[in-house]
């Protein structure tokens, strides 16, 4: 029953929650939003890892975090390290005040024991961040980054509750969310100036794209993303699901596939190699036979690196699209992790008014 409480909070650590009050650390990250990782390691090798050790490791995860996606694949050299820096996150309440560093190293913490299996571990940290988010669910929380956690705990919820039965069941146990709330709350972090709107992008359009399954509504999200940090080849991947879930295949998909192709790193090189399938798999001037070889062949890139069920039911999709052969949609309907328009599902219509 108590992992629910992991399953939930997880969704929180996927990125960075954190209150950034120093500009030191909002240029620390600006720059790996930026991929600009020299920058990043340059300014935090000026913070004394003594006297200022919580800052200083909370910096070096979250660059290792970035720089080594994903940080759970990588080899015990790189972990062992990252485990290190993870050491000092624990939850500091003093006076009712929040730590968010602290905050935040627990839930990176909780992420990286759960995607390693230590699951009593993960616990031990997600529980201890549920004890607060509890009580930050009923008055919209002030501090941006209390609404961003609460935001996201009423979503997920939510979420859970109605999109899986098992814990659907058993959900009872926690505390109420709401999921409107939720994308409400995010909305209103997105629309401020900081950091934290950052990280509200991040989430709105991922859950509108393979969650919520709108598009539309995800790709006004994820322009915001690539306006702001244009090189970011994590954001490609948000922006280029965006648009063909709508059918867009514009210059600008283009060139971002050939930047995840040209990638020094295999992880980008997986997404950049599958789109790219992808998008010859629509072209008419391209045969069945040629497009299904190049899909395969995607398929076979992935699997020799690493795997990934989320890029192959993808290909899976447009295989069966392209070929009609059932044994591809079984395959895919194996491999999905999302049920949105890229896996088989009408997208939600057009129409929505955005704020600003």
Not at 38 to 56: F, K, Q, V
Not at 114 to 134: P, R
Not at 142 to 163: D, P, W
Request: net charge negative.
């Amino acid at each position: 029953m108590r992992l629910l409480v992991l399953l939930l909070l997880l969704h929180l650590s996927t990125n960075c929650f954190s209150q950034l009050e120093d500009e030191k650390s909002v240029q620390v990250f600006k720059h790996l939003y930026s991929f600009k990782f020299e920058e990043a390691d340059s300014i935090i090798s000026t913070i004394d890892s003594t006297t200022e050790s919580s800052n200083y490791n909370f910096l070096r995860a979250h660059y290792m975090r970035w720089f080594h996606l994903p940080i759970h694949n990588q080899n015990d050299s790189i972990l062992n390290a990252y485990k290190n820096y993870l050491t000092t996150a624990e939850i500091d309440m003093e006076f009712n005040k929040l730590n968010y560093n602290q905050i935040n190293g627990a839930l990176l913490s909780a992420e990286y024991n759960y995607n390693m299996g230590n699951y009593y571990k993960a616990l031990q940290s997600g529980s201890m961040v549920y004890d607060l988010v509890k009580n930050n669910l009923e008055q919209e929380p002030e501090q941006k980054e209390v609404k961003l956690l609460s935001a996201l705990y009423h979503y997920y919820y939510q979420y859970y509750k109605t999109e899986n039965s098992v814990l659907g069941t058993m959900i009872w146990f926690f505390k109420e969310g709401d999921k409107e709330t939720g994308l409400k709350w995010l909305e209103e972090v997105a629309n401020q100036e900081s950091i934290v709107s950052t990280e509200a992008l991040i989430y709105l359009s991922h859950i509108y794209l393979r969650l919520e399954n709108n598009p539309d509504k995800a790709l006004y999200y994820a322009n915001k993303l690539h306006q702001l940090y244009p090189n970011n080849l994590k954001f490609y991947e948000l922006y280029i699901e965006c648009h063909f879930s709508l059918g867009e295949l514009t210059r600008e998909v283009y060139s971002q596939i050939e930047g995840l192709k040209d990638s020094e790193k295999t992880y980008f090189q997986k997404y950049g190699i599958c789109y790219e399938a992808i998008c010859n798999s629509l072209k008419d001037s391209i045969s069945v036979d040629e497009k299904e070889i190049k899909l395969n062949e995607a398929l076979s890139f992935i699997k020799e690196n690493g795997g990934g069920n989320h890029l192959s039911s993808l290909l899976f999709k447009s295989l069966y699209h392209t070929t009609g052969d059932e044994e591809y949609l079984k395959q895919k309907d194996k491999h999905e992790v999302y049920q949105f328009a890229l896996t088989g599902y009408p997208p939600k219509q057009k129409g929505y008014n955005y704020k600003n």
